[in-house]
């Protein structure tokens, strides 16, 4: 087998993101609310951009909503200052390579593009696809990723975390290395998906797919 393109996703994957998400919903809703909402009442509505999310949970402040979302998450990236060890090391062993390396996230493109700049990974992602607020889209996204680099999608795999990824991937009729090294990740849940493959560290990602490339 033969890899020369990898489609990655962000948010537990190339960083551990998700606690940064979900604080920055909390700052930016609960006033908009008027009362606390939980973790768990945030991340149901997980799927669609952030800009989905706040549409879902204050209908009538989207705007003001995502506004703050965005000043907050911009304030409190200082939590999640790096990406995870060994990932931007991977990345550009990775270019150095010749492989074609782009992005497909479910985050809006403006806190995407916030993170990359802040993880100091701008520049490694040939295609953007970012997350749209009416829905999950990542099956698409892959797709429009492998039409847009004229690449042959036997020889692409995607890196996610969640189970929607491995979904998504599947769907989308590319093989799936599922990404549990992130602690937010139920690797249990990943593997009763029956993903192509999964890995624990980045390292050991990065000592398999050496084989490949």
């Known amino acids: 087998m033969k890899i020369n393109t990898i489609i990655f996703d962000l948010d537990g994957t190339i960083a551990d993101t998700l606690p940064l998400c979900i604080a920055a919903f909390k700052k930016s809703i ?3 609310l008027g009362s606390q909402i939980s973790e ?3 991340v149901a509505t997980f799927g669609p951009s952030e800009e989905g999310t706040i549409r879902k949970l204050v209908p ?6 995502i506004k703050s979302y965005l000043e907050h998450y911009i304030a409190l990236h200082h939590s999640c200052a790096h990406p995870f060890e060994g990932i931007k090391e991977l990345l550009q062993f990775l270019k150095d390579s010749g492989v074609h390396l782009a992005m497909v996230t479910g985050k809006g493109v403006h806190s995407t593009k916030i993170s990359l700049e802040q993880f100091g990974l701008s520049d490694f992602f040939n295609v953007l ?3 749209r607020a009416e829905g999950p889209d990542k099956s698409n996204g892959i797709k429009r990723v ?15 975390d969640a189970p929607s990824d491995i979904l998504a991937s599947k769907k989308a ?7 549990a090294w992130a602690e937010t990740t139920d690797a249990q849940e990943l593997l009763t998906l029956s993903p192509n493959w999964i890995f624990y560290c980045v390292q050991e990602f990065r000592d398999w797919i050496t084989k490949f490339i």
């Open 30 to 32: 609960e006033p908009l």
């Open 40 to 42: 768990q009442e945030i």
């Open 60 to 65: 009538e402040n989207e705007e003001a909503g």
């Open 129 to 131: 696809e970012t997350g």
């Open 146 to 160: 492998i039409n847009r680099l004229n690449v042959d999608q036997s020889q692409c795999i995607y890196v996610g």
């Open 173 to 179: 009729g590319i093989s799936i290395a599922s990404a």
